[in-house]
């Protein structure tokens, strides 16, 4: 079955660029049948859709982060990788990655998240 | 943009009980709606999609219910490995901008 894992620097320097790769196995992401998202969740806190991206190249990118996010794929490494720049202590996290789906019947609606990697913790700090 | 808010926040149950969890739409968002179980230290799991359709290897004690803007996610007997956080999720047309519920923590009693 498919799986999903993140992979990334687990510290970060503030005002610098985060960079994670999620690889994944079982499945291709330019099978056009899913969307790749990543999603972050604070110490102690709940969970933050960060964005998406298609294997056409289509990407969309959570308003509150628009300026600073940036998620691409690498078709030949099978890998969605996620850049986030200028970090602060704000951004100190777990990231998950995880493949999105839609509703059996072709509607085209992918909504929801049915296969997510481990996650990985990034901490933000000089 | 549409806010989804899960109640209670915290709800204390012990084994055996049902367990109701409920979430509500600011607007209707008909049945594209997704319930996740987070335990500590793991990735949260799909539960339920389209409101009611249970994902894959989900037991049958977990069902979801609703439509519109007021949904249900029902635990009928609880079992000691159901104790976790659990969000609801839904994704607007467009824009498409992925919201999550704030989480309701299921603690035993």
């Known amino acids: 079955q498919v799986q999903l894992q993140e992979s990334g620097p687990g510290l970060v320097k503030p005002s610098q660029t985060l960079s994670l790769t999620c690889t994944v196995s079982?499945?291709?992401?330019?099978?056009?049948?899913?969307?790749w998202s990543w999603i972050r969740q604070p110490p102690g806190k709940g969970l933050e859709w960060m964005g998406y991206?298609?294997?056409?190249?289509?990407?969309y990118y959570n308003p509150s982060l628009k300026s600073r996010v940036i998620i691409s794929g690498d078709t030949s490494k099978n890998q969605v990788s996620l850049k986030l720049t200028s970090v602060t202590a704000a951004d100190t996290a777990v990231y998950y990655c995880?493949?999105?789906?839609?509703?059996?019947?072709?509607?085209?609606?992918?909504?929801?998240?049915?296969?997510w990697g481990q996650g990985t913790t990034v901490t933000v700090s000089s | 943009e549409i806010v989804l808010t899960q109640s209670p926040a915290t709800l204390s149950l012990s084994p055996g009980e049902r367990a109701t969890l409920s979430c509500r739409a600011s607007?209707?968002?008909?049945?594209?709606l997704a319930w996740y179980q987070q335990k500590p230290g793991q990735a949260p799991r799909l539960l339920i999609y389209?409101?009611?359709n249970r994902a894959t290897d989900i037991p049958a004690r977990f069902s979801g219910s609703g439509s519109g803007t007021d949904f249900t996610l029902t635990i009928s007997s609880l079992e000691p490995g159901d104790f976790a956080v659990y969000y609801c999720?839904?994704?607007?047309?467009?824009?498409?901008?992925?919201?999550f519920g704030q989480g309701t923590k299921l603690e035993i009693k």
């Open positions: 995880a493949r999105v789906s839609c509703p059996p019947g072709g509607t085209g609606y992918f909504y929801y998240m049915d296969v």
């Open positions: 079982g499945g291709s992401i330019s099978s056009g049948d899913y969307y």
């Open positions: 991206m298609y294997y056409s190249g289509t990407t």
């Open positions: 607007q209707s968002i008909s049945n594209y």
């Open positions: 389209d409101a009611s």
């Open positions: 999720q839904h994704r607007s047309d467009w824009p498409p901008v992925y919201t």
